[in-house]
C-alpha cells in the first residue's frame, strides 16, 4: 500500500486524517468519508483528484486504533456508534472551516461512507451538496448503527446525489427505491445515477459492469461536486 507522507496529514482532535489540499487557491472543501476499508488508496487517490480540481479534501479516517491508510486482517475494527460519528464529522467541518480557511463544504462517500454522508446530510447545515455511491443500508441495522438513513436523508436542505448498482448485494432494491422516493419529497434537488448490471462497491471492485459504470459515474461524481462548489 502507498504510503502517506507526514505533510498530507491533518489532525483533528487527536487523529491524523488524510489531507488533499487543492493546488490553487480556493474556498471550497469536500469532506470525504471512506467504504469499509477505510482512509486507503482508492479514497486517498479519489481525494489527490478532487483537490487537483481546486476542492481541498480531507478524507476521515474512521479507524485511529490503526496507523493511517493500515489495512486490518480477517477482522475490521470496531465502528463507533452513529450519534458519535456525527460528531466526530461536525468537528472535521469545524476544522476545515477554521483551521483551513474553507467556507464552503460538501460530502462524498462511499459504502459505510455514503450511509454517513445521508445521516449527515441531514445534521450538517453548511452543506452544498452530498454524495452518496452504493450506500450501505442493510435491511437490519448492525451494531453501532442506532440512526436510521431513511428517514434522515427526507431532512437533508442540499442537493443530493446517490449512485446506486443494481446488483448491489449489501442495500437491498426496495431500500434504495424507498430512499429515492424520500429524497424526490424533499424541494432540494436529487441526482440518481443507477447502473442495472452493476455490483456493490462498483468504482474500486473488478469486474466488466462495475468497470463501465465507473466510466460514466466518477467524472458525473467529480461534475457534480465542481458545480456545488464552485470548483
Known amino acids: 500500500m502507498t504510503s502517506i507522507a507526514t505533510d498530507r496529514t491533518f489532525e483533528i482532535g487527536g487523529v491524523p486524517h488524510y489531507l488533499a489540499r487543492s493546488v490553487t ?29 481546486g476542492l481541498t479534501t480531507l478524507v476521515w479516517h474512521p479507524y485511529p486504533e490503526l ?9 475490521r475494527p470496531p465502528r463507533r456508534n452513529d450519534e458519535a460519528v456525527m460528531k466526530i464529522l461536525t ?4 476544522a476545515m472551516h477554521g483551521k483551513l480557511g474553507l467556507t464552503r463544504f460538501a460530502t462524498l462517500g462511499f459504502c459505510m461512507g455514503a450511509r454517513y454522508s445521508l445521516l449527515f446530510g441531514a445534521r450538517e447545515a453548511r452543506l452544498s451538496a452530498a454524495v452518496a455511491c452504493y450506500p450501505s443500508i442493510p435491511a437490519k441495522r448492525s451494531p453501532g448503527q442506532d440512526l436510521e438513513p431513511l428517514p434522515a436523508a427526507s431532512q ?33 434537488e436529487t441526482t440518481i445515477l443507477f447502473y442495472p448490471e452493476a455490483e456493490h462497491g462498483f468504482m474500486h471492485a ?19 461536486l465542481d458545480t456545488y462548489l464552485g470548483g
Open 25 to 53: 487557491p480556493s474556498t471550497a472543501g469536500v469532506l470525504l468519508l471512506p467504504h469499509v476499508y477505510g482512509a486507503d488508496e482508492f479514497c486517498r487517490d479519489f481525494a489527490d483528484e478532487l483537490a487537483g480540481r
Open 67 to 75: 496507523g493511517l491508510g493500515e489495512p486490518f486482517g480477517a477482522e
Open 91 to 94: 468537528d472535521c467541518i469545524d
Open 156 to 188: 437533508i436542505a442540499c442537493p443530493v446525489l446517490v449512485a446506486y448498482p443494481g446488483r448491489d448485494a449489501v442495500t437491498p432494491r426496495p431500500v434504495f427505491e424507498a430512499l429515492r422516493d424520500l429524497l424526490y419529497g424533499r424541494e432540494a
Open 206 to 224: 473488478k469486474g466488466e459492469a462495475n468497470a463501465a459504470a465507473t466510466k460514466t459515474a466518477r467524472p458525473q461524481v467529480l461534475a457534480y
